[in-house]
């Protein structure tokens, strides 16, 4: 489904005011792909105030669309949608040579195939508090078992069950990466009075670092902060969950293929785990951010995690505040202007 800004055609470019000082100077023209209703108005508001022309499409950028870049050497994209090696070369055909995704991940284009066609790629840093609050609240559900309780209350059944909540204080939380994102959770863990527990190769926040295996021994729940990459792929498999304090609780903002799902699901299903709260989920691509519900749900494991009472799912969700977007769309257009005066003889 496209989305069309009021009064603009999609691909025409429309030239935002420029501020006095450098009305002289030509401005930098910028292709906005992926553009949903909700980041438009914002777009337009920043590059006014950035003084660029901003070429805005609803559609993902594809091979197909490459040309609505050419003459500029600069795109935004968004995540929601994988980006392939051909889109890439023909972005760099056009012109491209710098990609500024408007997410923290890079796992949807391969980085070193832009690199080898000449296009540089960088993310955007948004509110770490978006996803660290979401985080706490996705704990805080699944210890007190809210799913249940909101299915329950919403037929009617008011009763208490045998299934009782936890309190974090009596806790022990270990947090997975403790960037901006991990930090913040365990500044917010802080106030809960629980025991934390932290695992990252680059230790920074000032909280207790043990070894992986460690943390996973002895957190009542686990939260995962790391980014995607070849040694974090099913960070959390088979064995690993073996490990893991039985009734153990995992919370997962991060990355879905950080947790190998069929293990997940085994141990779920074997009451080896307490529960899961997910917020991303390996192979949510094609479902989440779509509208499925006239549609099958393809994906077994999906579909078994809905059923089990203790186990959450919203879909890829944690960033989207209102601060987040707004950083994610100035940081964005402030990236392709710092790469353009880095390069300005190129």
């Not at 800004?5 to 030509?26: C, D, Y």
């Not at 996803?131 to 329950?152: G, P």
């Not at 009782?164 to 863990?189: M, Q």
């Amino acid at each position: 489904m496209s989305y069309r800004e009021p009064a603009r055609t999609v691909g025409r470019r429309t030239r935002s005011p420029a501020p006095s000082s450098s009305s002289a100077a030509p401005a930098t023209g910028i292709t906005i792909y992926g553009c949903g209703p909700d980041e438009a108005p914002v777009f337009r508001e920043m590059a006014s105030r950035f003084g660029v022309v901003t070429t805005v499409t609803a559609a993902p950028v594809s091979e197909a669309n490459a040309g609505l870049a050419s003459g500029n050497r600069c795109v935004s994209i968004g995540h929601k949608t994988r980006v392939t090696n051909s889109t890439l070369l023909a972005l760099s055909d056009v012109g491209v040579r710098y990609i500024s995704t408007r997410s923290i991940g890079y796992n949807h284009l391969d980085v070193n195939y832009a690199a080898s066609v000449g296009i540089s790629v960088e993310n955007v840093s948004y509110s770490p508090d978006s996803v660290a609050d979401y985080t706490l609240m996705l704990m805080l559900m699944a210890v007190r078992n809210a799913k249940s309780v909101i299915r329950r209350v919403d037929v009617h059944d008011y009763r208490l069950t045998e299934v009782r909540g936890k309190e974090l204080r009596d806790l022990t939380v270990g947090v997975i990466g403790t960037g901006r994102i991990g930090a913040a959770v365990v500044d917010r863990l802080r106030g809960f009075g629980c025991r934390i527990l932290a695992c990252d190769n680059r230790p920074k926040a000032p909280v207790d670092y043990v070894p992986l295996d460690e943390l996973l021994r002895r957190s009542d729940i686990v939260t995962l902060h790391t980014p995607l990459t070849a040694d974090t792929h099913h960070l959390l498999d088979h064995q690993r969950i073996e490990q893991m304090k039985r009734g153990a609780f995992i919370i997962n903002t991060g990355r879905g293929a950080l947790v190998d799902t069929e293990a997940l699901v085994s141990a779920l299903d074997s009451g080896r785990l307490g529960g899961a709260a997910l917020d991303v989920l390996e192979g949510e691509e094609g479902t989440f951010y779509a509208d499925c519900r006239d549609k099958p749900i393809t994906s077994k494991p999906l579909l078994r995690l809905h059923e089990m009472p203790n186990v959450l799912i919203s879909p890829h969700t944690a960033y989207y505040t209102d601060h987040a977007l707004r950083d994610t769309v100035e940081n964005s257009l402030a990236n392709c202007l710092k790469f353009e005066s880095r390069n300005q003889h190129g």
